[in-house]
């Protein structure tokens, strides 16, 4: 590290954030492959995304190739690297992005898009791929929304879509081959877009009629496919997983062991990309499952551990993993946290277990306030078992519950948001009518209510997001309907936020140039309150000559072409249309471990679901 | 059984606050395998305190910390384990087994001596930076001390104790230079060494960076520390 750089980090906040040198950071002498893995946030942000640590762990077994990580700098760091002409460089070595071979953002949700421009700007790399030449990094992308990165497709040269364990090892196997080979990069994207799960922008082209909508891609290239299969990892079981942690020296997000016990979920809320997009259900055992566990607590010293999936509940081994886990880990007093658990299978037993060792609040995620909107949006959770689950909570000691809902979710009325308080009220009045003696000593039942944005690849990704005026209204109200109940704490997202990510979610490529736009208007750090400059946003469409209201709050047919239909997340069109058309009746569709529903394409993808 | 012992804390690991310090010895003790003593009650911590906070950005080769552990573990055995699982730049020089009733470090300590390496960006004549050093020694040094009711004045001059320069390199565009300090470091109070240089920056009329290294730390009170005199 250079002294300039040493007295430019004595002027920023945490300046930890820049230097490395965490225990078991990698560090490579030989390589042919130069990897840089990039997530669009901040240090405490980024490395709390497992997706990053996986992906992390698995090119860097391998020996051709030395992943290095980089993030985005905070804005005094941001300020202080242009005053100073220092670019943006990689944690492990220092290493400018514009070196490297390969230069790889986690597109995890769409408030980052701004930053990745924020780091190709400030690495000398040419925003648009049509800009860069044969001595640029290529530029990728993998993550959750890669389902619809047509937004940024512009600015990309290849995405992964789906799981990335198998589909990155190919793509290294043939850049490590290509590399030698000295051919030019569209030999490269050329061998790469028959992998399965890589998507080429660049081999598509847009079309859009004149009403001014999307109406379908043009393929460029003969030797692309004409829709791209998410790629899926068939056994999770025996799928690479990092036996060691990078341990940060500062404050993480999520600043311990976290353990995948299983990918996908069968629940089929209508609402829930994930739970589409990562189907189907793919569980660890157990005792793989410890075994990971015991190393990465002996490899980091890390005293806290969780177990993550979309629905921990629902993990058909969980009376097992839990006791063992506990037992295994007493004498190095390790706890064991459990988040996403699902109402009607959080198990009382469990309860005292995990409390014993830590006490941390709780979480439930009701998601909207009556039973016929939870049925609408299948979220198969009765009064009866909330109520059922906060008490047995309330009786083992939690004094602390966080409760998640939605408002703007289809046919929703002002009688659900009556729905939420009386819930709140339910809830409240279940832990005072404990006596005093028994229970915790004072209620916080935190209300947290998100706007709904309709997401692609769900049942609802036809349906219109609330306007802002909307839900700036029913904010309100259920403010005033929630004041006076005991214990209770009330928050709320922003809604302007909330519609340039509806925006987004529901983008096409002619967003790219609002985002660059946004960009050179100071818009940073997008899903960070302080920062959100919604103003530069709506410039910034006024600028383009785009319209927001036209993706965010505009309906859309089940039958018209959408930007997101070149990706094939396996689950069927017709499936989600059938969905789309059973909420409106309010028509439960059960979980899916109960019998198969028929999401996949049955004769296709038969071999795929477990199911 | 209680250890204390000495340690570097490096380059590497500069920026690192005293927080994140603390959780990774914690951590390290547990890779390590030790059997670390745990406070009862509803949230056990380990039963590890330091003998005081390093500024962030400062390096030292005399940082202390104190140990509870629930079996015995030779203090040379400790070294070794400890160093064995510790990120580079932090690495324990020393230990040594002392009495449950060995009093806490923090409230043993009298004094600390530093280096501190001064850079300019242009050439200085030694006698004139030795005049404006004499000149900010010769009279109250007064740094806005910030306090819970806002900021109160202090005069810092009594708790510098000796200031030399031992080094002084004169180069085309640059001049280096190393002062030795010690000062007061005692629960009473402690010289705040970047405060000191900012004063002298402003005595000199000019910008200098600086990077301040902990060499040792006193005591009057403990034989584990070098006395101060």
New interface residues.
């Given amino acids: 590290?250079t002294?300039k750089m040493?007295?430019l980090?004595?002027t920023v906040e945490k300046?930890?954030r820049y230097?490395g040198?965490?225990?078991n950071m990698v560090k490579k002498a030989s390589f042919d492959v130069r990897f840089a893995l990039c997530f669009p946030d901040i240090y405490e942000v980024g490395m709390s995304h497992l997706g990053s640590r996986i992906i992390y762990g698995l090119l860097n077994a391998r020996e051709d190739t030395y992943c290095e990580r980089v993030y985005a700098p905070w804005v005094d760091m941001e300020a202080r690297m242009r005053e100073n002409d220092v670019e943006l460089f990689s944690l492990e070595t220092g290493t400018p992005l514009r070196v490297f071979d390969i230069v790889a953002f986690s597109v995890s949700h769409e408030m980052g898009y701004t930053n990745i421009v924020n780091m190709l700007e400030l690495s000398g790399i040419p925003v648009f791929s049509r800009d860069r030449g044969e001595d640029m990094p290529l530029i990728a992308c993998g993550g959750a929304c890669t389902c619809n990165i047509e937004p940024i497709a512009d600015l990309i040269d290849i995405a992964f879509i789906g799981d990335g364990e198998e589909v990155l090892s190919k793509f290294m196997d043939l850049f490590a081959r290509w590399k030698k080979s000295g051919a030019n990069k569209q030999q490269l994207l050329k061998d790469a877009c028959n992998l399965e799960g890589v998507y080429v922008p660049s081999f598509y082209s847009a079309n859009y009629d004149e009403a001014g909508n999307f109406s379908g891609m043009t393929k460029l290239e003969a030797e692309a496919p004409d829709t791209i299969k998410r790629a899926i990892v068939k056994d999770l079981e025996h799928a690479f997983f990092p036996s060691s942690l990078i341990?940060p020296?500062?404050?993480i997000i999520h600043d311990r062991v976290t353990l995948e016990i299983f990918r996908g979920c069968s629940r089929g809320c209508r609402f829930c990309q994930a739970g589409y997009i990562y189907r189907p259900v793919r569980e660890r055992s157990c005792d793989t499952l410890v075994s990971q566990a015991q190393q990465l607590?002996?490899?980091?010293?890390?005293?806290e551990m969780s177990l993550l999936s979309l629905s921990s509940g629902d993990y058909s081994a969980l009376s097992t993993l839990i006791p063992r886990l506990i037992d295994e880990f007493k004498q190095?007093?390790v706890s064991v946290s459990l988040p996403s658990l699902r109402i009607d299978s959080f198990m009382k037993d469990y309860a005292e277990e995990l409390q014993r060792v830590?006490?941390s609040g709780l979480t439930f995620a009701p998601e909207a306030g009556t039973q016929r909107l939870r049925d609408v949006i299948n979220k198969g959770v009765t009064e009866a078992d909330l109520i059922r689950s906060v008490s047995d909570a309330f009786e083992a000691g939690w004094n602390s519950i966080k409760l998640y809902f939605m408002i703007g979710l289809p046919t929703e009325t002002y009688a659900d948001l009556d729905g939420i308080a009386e819930l709140a009220h339910k809830v409240s009045a279940c832990f005072y009518t404990i006596p005093k003696e028994k229970r915790g000593k004072g209620l916080r039942l935190v209300i947290s209510v998100s706007s709904f944005v309709p997401k692609p690849f769900t049942a609802f990704q036809w349906v219109a997001q609330n306007s802002m005026a909307e839900f700036d209204a029913k904010q309100r109200y259920l403010r005033n309907k929630l004041k006076g109940i005991r214990g209770v704490e009330f928050n709320y997202s922003r809604p302007n936020a909330s519609y340039i990510e509806a925006v987004f979610a529901r983008g096409d490529r002619r967003l790219a140039s609002v985002i660059v736009a946004a960009h050179r208007h100071g818009c940073r750090f997008d899903s960070w309150a302080e920062q959100f400059k919604f103003n530069e946003w709506m410039n910034a469409f006024e600028e383009c000559g785009i319209n927001p209201d036209a993706y965010a709050l505009r309906e859309r047919d089940t039958g018209e072409p959408l930007p997101w239909d070149i990706i094939d997340e396996r689950v069927t069109k017709n499936y989600l249309i059938n969905e789309y058309e059973r909420s409106k009746a309010g028509a439960v569709t059960p979980d899916c471990r109960k019998g198969c529903n028929g999401c996949f394409d049955g004769a296709t993808y038969a071999d795929y679901c477990a199911v | 059984m209680r250890i204390i012992a000495r340690f570097k804390k490096m380059?590497?690991?500069?920026?690192?606050?005293h927080l994140?310090l603390q959780?990774?010895f914690?951590?390290?003790?547990?890779?390590a395998g030790l059997p670390v003593s745990?406070s009862a009650g509803?949230?056990?911590h380990q039963l590890l305190s330091f003998a005081t906070a390093l500024t962030?950005?400062h390096t030292s080769e005399a940082e202390w910390l104190d140990v509870h552990l629930d079996a015995e573990v030779p203090s040379d055995e400790f070294i070794v384990r400890v160093n064995a699982?510790l990120?580079?730049?932090l690495e324990i020089i020393e230990a040594v087994e002392v009495d449950a009733s060995h009093p806490s470090l923090t409230a043993v300590l009298c004094a600390a001596s530093y280096l501190v390496n001064i850079?300019l960006e242009e050439q200085l004549d030694k006698a004139d930076f030795e005049a404006a050093l004499h000149e900010l020694l010769s009279a109250p040094i007064i740094i806005p001390k910030h306090t819970k009711n806002g900021f109160k004045d202090v005069d810092i001059w009594h708790m510098i104790y000796t200031c030399d320069i031992i080094e002084y390199k004169l180069y085309e565009q640059n001049t280096q230079i190393t002062l030795a300090i010690t000062g007061q470091l005692s629960p009473d109070g402690s010289l705040n060494m970047d405060m000191l240089m900012e004063a002298f920056s402003k005595k000199l009329g000019k910008l200098i960076?600086w990077?301040v290294h902990r060499k040792t730390l006193f005591s009057d009170l403990s034989p584990l520390m070098p006395a101060y005199k």
């Fill in positions: 590290m002294d040493i007295q980090l004595k300046p930890a230097t040198n965490e225990l341990v020296y500062i404050n607590i002996h490899n980091t010293g890390y005293d190095e007093r830590r006490k | 380059e590497q690991v500069r920026f690192i606050s994140d959780r990774t914690q951590r390290a003790f547990i890779r745990y509803f949230n056990p962030v950005g699982v990120p580079d730049g850079r960076v990077d």
